[in-house]
């Protein structure tokens, strides 16, 4: 059974810096696809940035050159690093993977494993 659990989430002021964490099962700790989407309350789920087997990298048009998806493959664990942090970044923030060594294009439907989301409060 595939598990995934993030944290790090929490309250920030605008400019600030927050770490996400997504701690994965020994089942996607290697040559899987990790993820992280996010969702605003009223908004639809939005791709935020993902990563391949191989360390190929793809960000949401929003947040490049703010945010670093990495992975350590030892310890199965994906990191997201949040800087300049905006109001508009505030959203609950899910880890998902999916099963095959190259990613899909990020959208939720085809990522079928997500954890249960880690919130995240950007104040002006």
């Known amino acids: 059974q595939v598990r995934l659990v993030e944290s790090g989430g929490g309250s920030v002021q605008a400019g600030g810096s927050l770490r996400l964490t997504c701690e994965a099962s020994e089942y996607t700790r290697n040559h899987v696809c990790m993820s992280w989407f996010r969702q605003a309350p009223g908004k639809e789920r939005e791709g935020v940035a993902s990563s391949d087997s191989d360390g190929s990298i793809t960000y949401a048009d929003s947040v490049k050159g703010r945010f670093t998806i990495s992975k350590d493959n030892i310890k199965g664990t994906l990191y997201l690093q949040m800087n300049m942090l905006k109001p508009e970044d505030s959203a609950m923030y899910y880890c998902?993977?999916?099963?095959?060594?190259?990613?899909?294009?990020?959208?939720?439907?085809?990522?079928?494993?997500r954890g249960q989301g880690t919130r995240v409060t950007v104040s002006s």
């Open positions: 998902a993977t999916v099963s095959t060594s190259t990613c899909p294009d990020l959208e939720w439907n085809r990522f079928p494993f």
